[in-house]
Nanobody, 124 residues
Framework: QEQLVESGGGLVQAGGSLRLSCAAS?????IGWFRQAPGKEREFVAA????????TYADSVKGRFTISSDNAKNTVHLQMNSVKPEDTAVYYC????????????????????WGQGTQVTVSS
């Protein structure tokens, strides 16, 4: 059973930066970051595959957020720059335990394990 622990959330001013981390207990195929704002559905943010470090981003964060992996530490980071109030949400990391096709990296249903989430609040 894969375990995922997110950290790094908090309060940040608009235009600032924050780095989230996801520590995984083992090695799976990929790690994705998702977020859920109050009253909204959970949405894809970014994903990375462990082996090739191939990355995928939602259009809303492209150019501002960067996902990276530290394979030696089984940790994935999400560097959030130029944050906006609309980035406020609970951020979750999730693991896909095997390759289901690159098109599934953005799909909630394709992930097998989820962390508890970390709150990110961006003040204007």
């Amino acid at each position: 059973q894969e375990q995922l622990v997110e950290s790094g959330g908090g309060l940040v001013q608009a235009g600032g930066s924050l780095r989230l981390s996801c520590a995984a207990s083992g090695r799976t195929f990929s790690i994705g970051w998702f977020r859920q704002a109050p009253g909204k559905e959970r949405e894809f943010v970014a994903a990375i595959t462990w082996s090739s470090r191939s990355t995928t981003y939602a259009d809303s964060v492209k150019g501002r957020f960067t996902i990276s992996s530290d394979n030696a530490k089984n940790t994935v980071h999400l560097q959030m720059n130029s944050v906006k109030p609309e980035d406020t949400a609970v951020y979750y990391c999730a693991a896909q335990d095997h390759n289901r096709g690159s098109y599934t990296l953005t799909q909630i249903y394709a992930y097998d394990y989820w962390g508890q989430g970390t709150q990110v609040t961006v003040s204007s």
